[in-house]
Structures are given as structure tokens and as C-alpha cells.
């Protein structure tokens, strides 16, 4: 089973409707994230949150929400999406005690489309 | 802000060569470096994770170098097999926890 699991894996919708892409980790880590992955752009950060109920916006958060009300999960919102929303979504994992550097574990990804 | 480049964008090398894929960043003053690979349809798998008070690390036939003061890695992948095929990501970690700074990848090609 995946450490870190994302769902769903795919989704087609509509300009306007509101979207929820859910993440949960059995790593234990109390760190979690959200990226977005546009063709030639890298990831980017949308939100993160250092353990549950805390959230810190990213560096493109406008237009998303998210919430973390379980150390295991951590969910991304888009309350009403547009196209230009259509991307690769990923989650990530971090574990603050583990050490000093703290690798990131990321989830399989959701490709989201908005027509 | 913190700026990851990593040329070639595209890389296509026989089955059996040793190649070099390359990563730059602007801002010398990192907490580490990783490196993954991302396979089409697939999350992302971290390969090797350099501390910035290192110089290199080693996993099988990867080896990653850091030379901070340059603001360069290096990623070195022995004896190329098809199954290597995927796009290489760097990542450059600043001092605060939120400052992840991803590479464009290059994507690697490595021909039967």
C-alpha cells in the first residue's frame, strides 16, 4: 500500500463546480503539502500545514483552500474552478522529528482537467 | 527568490552510457538539495538527498555532488538502462520549512 495516497487519480469537471482532492498519509508525518505541476513550470507550492488545523498558504494559494483536520489528511479545495486550474496536483509528507533535513514523500498525483 | 535550472531539458543516450544530468540554483544558502525521478502517470520518487553540509551521496549506480559555493549539482547515473527512462527533478530546500524550489526537470530518454 502507498505511504501517501491521493484521490482520485483522475477528474474531469466543469468550469464553476467545486472540486475536492483529498490526500491521507500512514507515515505519521506531521507535515503535509500541496503542488501543483504545470508542463515547463516545476511544482509549485498551493499550501502546507505543520500538524493539524495549521495552515500556511504557498506561493500561488489564490483560488484554493485546504483543510487538515486529522494529523492523516489534508485536503485541497478549488471552490469554484477555471480552466486554468487544469494541472497535475500533488501531495507530499514531511516528518519535522525525523531529522534535520526532512525528505519529502509525494503521492501518486491527481491530474485534474477543467473544461 | 530561490531559481532552479536544470539543462538539458531533454537528454537521449544509448543503453550502457554513463551521464550527467545538471542542476543549477541562484541562491547558495540552502538547507539540501534532493533529487527525484517522476515517471509518467506517477508521483514523484525521491532518489538521493544531499545536506548542505555535504558534498555528494550515493544510492546503487546514482551519485549526486553539491558544490554549494558554486550553486550546482549534479547528478551522475553508471551504466544507463532503459528502466531509467523518466524525468529527473532537483529540488532546493531554503532555510524555512515552506521554501521548496523545484527544477523543470530534464527528461531522459535511454535507448534500448
Known amino acids: 500500500d502507498a505511504d501517501v495516497t491521493q484521490t482520485p487519480r483522475n477528474r474531469i469537471t466543469k468550469t464553476g463546480k467545486r472540486i475536492m482532492l483529498e490526500c491521507s498519509q500512514t507515515?505519521?508525518?506531521?507535515?503535509m503539502y500541496w503542488y501543483r505541476q504545470d508542463p515547463g513550470l516545476g511544482l509549485q507550492l498551493i499550501y502546507y500545514?505543520?500538524?493539524?488545523?495549521?495552515?500556511n498558504k504557498g506561493e500561488i494559494s489564490d483560488g484554493y483552500s485546504v483543510s487538515r483536520q486529522a494529523q492523516a489528511k489534508f485536503s485541497l479545495s478549488l471552490e469554484s474552478a477555471i480552466p486554468n486550474q487544469t494541472a497535475l496536483y500533488f501531495c507530499?509528507?514531511?516528518?519535522?522529528?525525523?531529522?534535520?533535513?526532512?525528505?519529502?514523500?509525494f503521492g501518486d498525483g491527481t491530474r485534474l482537467s477543467i473544461l | 527568490k530561490q531559481e532552479v535550472t536544470q539543462i538539458p531539458a531533454a537528454l537521449s543516450v544509448p543503453e550502457g552510457e554513463n551521464l550527467v544530468l545538471n542542476c543549477s540554483f541562484t541562491?547558495?544558502?540552502?538547507?539540501?538539495l534532493q533529487w527525484f525521478r517522476q515517471d509518467p502517470g506517477k508521483g514523484l520518487t525521491s532518489l538521493l538527498l544531499?545536506?548542505?553540509?555535504?558534498r555528494e551521496q550515493t544510492s546503487g549506480r546514482l551519485n549526486a555532488s553539491l558544490d554549494k559555493s558554486s550553486g550546482r549539482s549534479t547528478l551522475y547515473i553508471a551504466a544507463s538502462q532503459p528502466g531509467d527512462s523518466a524525468t529527473y527533478l532537483c529540488?532546493?530546500?531554503?532555510?524555512?520549512?515552506?521554501?521548496?524550489?523545484f527544477g523543470t526537470g530534464t527528461r531522459l530518454t535511454v535507448i534500448p
Open positions: 507530499a509528507t514531511s516528518d519535522s522529528r525525523q531529522s534535520s533535513n526532512q525528505p519529502q514523500h
Open positions: 507515515k505519521g508525518h506531521d507535515r
Open positions: 500545514s505543520f500538524d493539524v488545523k495549521d495552515i
Open positions: 541562491d547558495s544558502a540552502i538547507y539540501n
Open positions: 544531499i545536506q548542505s553540509s555535504q
Open positions: 529540488v532546493v530546500r531554503n532555510p524555512g520549512a515552506n521554501n521548496l524550489f
